[in-house]
């Protein structure tokens, strides 16, 4: 039974956690590029010297002692975002929708006043998201305000779309939306929904709930599939640049669509989640066989989207 | 990078060790199974003192020849020491000397001490002691009115005995015992007194010092206790409560009052004394054999450290198989556990308690400490002064569970107190993490599968051909290590996934 399992899978082509790790992330992610996607403040400085749009920083905070100027920095935002440099998994992040008189309203409603915040930050500091407990540093950023056509299907949050890219070319693609479950975060293991996204046309494929098949948002009662992702092809170029951005084989690019700005790039992993096969309903093994078969001949960025489009859409 | 490279490195590795295991069992002939044999305990002190520049004298006595017990294969190891043993009266003694020495010293005696076949029945006759000539005439008088008194509420020698030993240890010892004691309340000096009062009476008496011969104990302590003659023969007695006692697991080491060592030429004199169960006495034929054939190849095993070392490797080098189980469970498996070795060092404090009692316990403090930091979680500290505070709790937690568990009369709960308690705090930590940002599910489920994953590493690392494999054969970790670093580059699925993945293989197209 169990071998009839294995077969199954290894027939799909399913990237297994072992494999991903052994084949892809440690042959051809150095280590010593990892900072430049470990540490998002880092990333947002490479992307920028790049020319690629990412939300606009406000501040940093680098120690203790600065946690008190906190409300100098947002006085003139009415809404932000707080997130650890080093973060991992979407842990630590707070989203500020609002504010009311002296208090802070977060995305889900809840109300925090400012001794609240400064705790929150001093965590993030202290290393309580970051990867080992390393101390870290808060970044207090723009918020991102998501473009209507995803409106009808997510709950309070920003949804993004993920792109898994092999050597500087997309071979897989996702959109993941944020449910009441999820409480307005973005990250599959928190409850939030991931949807395929046929690579070739940007629509959306069927989606998945906690390793479950579904076709409705099950906060909005809307349907998740058939829906154009806007910028498409915009938004590949820019997950394909990241190849060169951070050197790294293998990543997964976050990107949110911003209602004035358009596309922008969050974060990139190095190390990107497996899920993505379910919500396409496909392995990813297929995929990164071909790429490796055909990279070496696709040096510039039009070419290696062009192949994507060419070869990983839903038949 | 290069698989050929990795295989051809596992596969020498692989080679070596068997190949030293197969010449081990089969020229050696060491048993590949731990093989029960009769009780013998490996005893070693350790003497060490600081040299002053000048001869040094040291005598240490040695276990007796009348009892129960026979001493075999005596060591006596020093650096540039002469040797030589004597016999006072039964009792045994060695006496190191040089002429000489500086700085630390260390001097060591090792024996193996076996039950001897028939329990030698040597009819004693009217022991010669001699009795302290008591020349005061108060002192008479005192012990005349002790002895007048002990006899009123005795009814044979054996209540007897015991009357006496009562009164002296009285907590409020009438007038004549208080001044036969005068201000010394040493045990030796009570058991003088004891002594002078029981000779009044015709009764000869005497201390005896003896070891108690136990599974393992790294500083083993001597007890003292008192024989009395009468109905001839020696009876034993507690000489602090005065019940009689009979202990089969007392080797006699010698008799009077003197300490176990004396230094002249040194100060800072001390014994440490290790006991401990000979696994394997089967052993000894194959060990000898190796000694002679390969006197090199001894030197530099495991099985020439001293016994105190070799006790703690034996838990030590049975770590590894733990560790690959776990590297097994996670990576083919898919068990998810809190931290990476976290699971190892949990099982390896089972081995403090047992594996019920330490379940029981460790889900006790960690659902307690689980409460108290989340309680915690609401006063909004920071991350180091919030662990520590964890911490505090968890020791707090543990001290108040031995001290029911005491109350209760369940002695094992005293060995908690070395539950690792910083494990446990970490754990607690991560836990309340997870299920304040995965939900109390994915926490719970870590746990179950940390605690899984801890017993099924603590039943590998406590069967007993495991250990004595690994601690006879340490070689075959070179096996293990092979197989490790063969794991490091499996791509496989996880058993686990076929579970993550079933939304993909259901399709079956």
């Known amino acids: 039974m169990i071998g009839e399992g294995i077969r199954r899978l290894a027939r799909k082509g399913v990237l297994g956690i072992n494999r991903r790790n052994a084949d892809y992330i440690l042959t051809h992610n150095q280590r010593s590029l990892y900072p430049r996607v470990d540490d998002k403040w880092l990333t947002k400085q490479l992307a920028m010297q790049a020319g690629m749009p990412v939300p606009e920083l406000y501040a940093v905070v680098e120690i203790q002692h600065q946690v008190r100027e906190l409300t100098e920095h947002v006085r003139d935002y009415s809404d932000f975002v707080l997130k650890p440099a080093c973060g991992a998994g979407g842990d630590g992040i707070v989203v500020i929708s609002g504010r009311m008189r002296t208090r802070y309203r977060k995305a889900n409603g809840i109300l925090i006043d400012q001794s609240e915040m400064q705790h929150h930050v001093s965590n993030i ?27 009808r299907i997510s709950y309070l949050g920003v949804p993004d779309v993920r792109i898994i890219v092999y050597r500087g070319i997309p071979v897989m693609s996702m959109v993941r939306l944020p449910t009441r479950l999820s409480d307005g975060k973005a990250n599959l293991h928190k409850g939030a929904i991931g949807a395929g996204i046929d690579i070739a046309t940007g629509h959306t494929l069927t989606a998945v709930w906690h390793n479950e098949i579904i076709t409705e948002h099950p906060d909005t009662g809307n349907e998740v599939s058939g829906i154009q992702v806007p910028f498409w092809e915009e938004q590949l170029r820019m997950a394909a640049q990241c190849h060169e951005l951070t050197g790294l084989g293998y990543l997964g690019v976050d990107l949110v669509l911003d209602k004035d700005k358009g596309p922008l790039m969050l974060e990139i992993n190095a190390r990107p989640g497996l899920n993505i096969q379910i919500a396409n309903r496909a392995g990813l093994v297929p995929r990164l066989d071909l790429v490796e078969q055909h990279y070496k001949a696709l040096p510039d960025i039009d070419q290696r989207t062009a192949f994507a489009r060419e070869h990983f859409g839903s038949e | 990078m290069n698989r050929h490279h990795l295989y051809l490195l596992a596969a020498v590795l692989t080679l070596v060790a068997s190949g030293i295991v197969v010449y081990k069992a089969i020229v050696l002939q060491f048993p590949l199974h731990p093989v029960t044999e009769a009780d013998a305990w490996d005893v070693e002190i350790r003497v060490s003192f600081q040299a002053m520049h000048a001869p040094a004298k040291v005598s240490l006595y040695l276990p007796r020849e009348d009892g129960p017990f026979a001493a075999a294969d005596e060591q006596f190891i020093s650096r540039g020491y002469g040797v030589n043993t004597r016999h006072e009266e039964g009792n045994r003694r060695v006496v190191w000397s040089i002429r000489r020495a500086r700085g630390e010293q260390f001097l060591f005696y090792r024996a193996t001490i076996r039950p001897v076949a028939s329990l030698r029945e040597t009819r004693e006759k ?15 008088l005192a012990i005349d009115a002790v002895l007048a008194d002990v006899r009123a509420h005795s009814a044979d020698s054996e209540t007897f005995v015991s009357e006496v030993i009562k009164r002296v240890n009285s907590a409020s010892p009438d007038g004549n015992v208080k001044s036969l004691l005068g201000r010394k309340t040493a045990m030796e000096d009570r058991i003088e007194v004891m002594s002078q009062v029981l000779a009044g009476a015709n009764i000869p008496v005497r201390a005896v010092h003896g070891l108690r011969l136990q599974k393992y104990e790294r500083d083993a302590q001597f007890i003292v206790w008192m024989e009395a003659w009468y109905e001839n023969s020696w009876h034993s007695f507690d000489p602090l409560t005065g019940e009689p006692r009979l202990d089969p697991d007392l080797v006699t080491w010698w008799h009077g009052p003197s300490g176990l060592v004396e230094v002249t030429g040194g100060r800072n004199s001390e014994a440490n004394v290790t006991v401990r169960l000979n696994r394997e006495p089967a052993m000894q034929g194959a060990l000898w054999r190796e000694r002679e054939l390969r006197p090199a190849l001894f030197e530099f095993s495991v099985l020439g450290l001293p016994i105190e070392t070799q006790a703690v490797y034996q838990i030590l080098l049975a770590m590894p198989v733990g560790v690959f189980l776990l590297v097994v469970l996670r990576n083919v498996v898919g068990v998810k556990t809190f931290g990476t070795f976290m699971p190892v060092l949990i099982a390896l404090a089972f081995r403090e308690t047992n594996l019920l009692l330490g379940l029981l316990l460790f889900t006790l403090v960690v659902g307690m400490g689980l409460a108290i930091r989340f309680y915690l979680e609401r006063l909004k500290l920071l991350l180091v002064p919030r662990l520590a505070a964890v911490l505090i709790v968890v020791l707090m937690l543990i001290t108040l569970i031995s001290i029911f568990s005491n109350q209760l009369g369940v002695y094992r709960g005293l060995s908690v107190a070395l539950f690792p308690i910083v494990i446990l705090t970490m754990t607690i930590e991560r836990m309340s993490i997870v299920w304040e940002e995965r939900g109390a599910t994915e926490a719970l489920q870590q746990g179950l599968g940390s605690l899984v994953v801890a017993v099924c590493a603590y039943v590998v690392m406590n069967l007993n051909s495991v250990q004595y494999f690994v601690f006879v054969f340490p070689e075959s970790l070179l096996i293990l290590l092979a197989a490790t670093l063969l794991l ?12 993550r993945f079933r939304a993909l293989s259901g399709g079956g197209k």
């Open chain 2, 488 to 499: 490091g580059r499996y791509t496989g699925y996880r058993l686990s996934e076929l579970v």
């Open chain 2, 126 to 140: 009217w022991p010669q002691i001699k009795t302290p000539e008591i020349v005061d005439d108060a002192r008479k």
């Open chain 1, 125 to 151: 500091l202290s290393g309580m998201y970051s990867l080992g407990g390393h101390p870290d540093r808060a970044l207090v950023e723009y918020r991102v305000k998501f473009n209507p056509v995803f409106e």
